[in-house]
């Protein structure tokens, strides 16, 4: 059974620094590209970043393009996400998702965590 | 706003046929890219509907459906039921953002 755990999520000041970690289970980690996505309270989805299954392909929206860092480590099968200058509007519950394929190009999310939940407030 | 449009919200009586557009633009869906469907009840994490346009994935009851046509989509709900009530967002990939793009989303009441 695929399993997707985050965690990391927490209150933290603007501008300050935060590092999601996602552990994932369940089927061959390194075979697969990885995603973050996030959602504002009461809003829609917004995809975040992606990462390839060799991480030689990396994406980014532009409202975290420069601020966070995707990153994969294959042999502990855990996705990361390092978030810095976070903003206000950076609140949202995050969820890490398995892309069905290989790359990031013209995929989809069959398997989805639960989400950590990530609040910017002063 | 998001970069594919989707109607904000949409009902339907129990048994009737809903659809839920997504309309995108010539650097996503009209690009050729797929598009991807997915339902989200309250409180839940979002679950995949349907991938590659208009495929099921095992498990997922034929009364949904999907469809695709120049820069737009469609989610057809035959026979609607009362657990069908959730939000429902489309996603596909966009070559001018270089990555994913979702819907606004669609909140679907059975009334």
């Known amino acids: 059974e695929v399993q997707l755990v985050e965690s990391g999520g927490d209150l933290i000041q603007p501008g300050r620094s935060l590092r999601l970690s996602c552990a994932a289970s369940g089927f061959t980690f390194e075979d697969y590209a990885m995603h973050w996505v996030r959602q504002a309270p009461g809003k829609g989805l917004e995809w975040v970043s992606g990462?390839?299954?060799?991480?030689?392909?990396?994406g980014y929206a532009d409202s975290v393009k420069g601020r966070f860092t995707i990153s994969r480590d294959n042999a502990k099968n855990s996705l990361y996400l390092q978030m810095n200058s976070l903003r206000e509007e950076d609140t949202a519950l995050y969820y890490c998702?398995?892309?069905?394929?290989?790359?990031?190009?013209?995929?989809?999310?069959?398997?989805w965590g639960q989400g950590t939940l990530v609040t910017v407030s002063s | 706003q998001s970069v594919l449009t989707q109607p904000p919200s949409v009902s339907g009586a129990p048994g009737q046929r809903v659809t839920i557009s997504c309309t995108g633009s010539s650097s996503n869906i009209g690009a050729g890219y797929d598009v991807h469907w997915y339902h989200q009840l309250p409180g839940t994490a979002p679950k995949l509907l349907i991938y590659?346009?208009?495929n099921r994935p095992s498990g997922v009851p034929d009364r949904f459906s999907g469809s695709k046509s120049g820069t737009s989509a469609s989610l057809a709900i035959t026979g609607l039921q009362a657990e069908d009530e959730a939000d429902y967002y489309c996603q596909s990939y966009d070559s001018s953002l270089s990555g994913s793009v979702f819907g606004g989303g669609t909140k679907l009441t059975v009334l």
């Open positions: 998702a398995k892309d069905s394929g290989y790359h990031l190009i013209g995929s989809y999310c069959d398997y």
């Open positions: 990462i390839s299954w060799k991480s030689d392909d990396i």
């Open positions: 590659g346009n208009s």
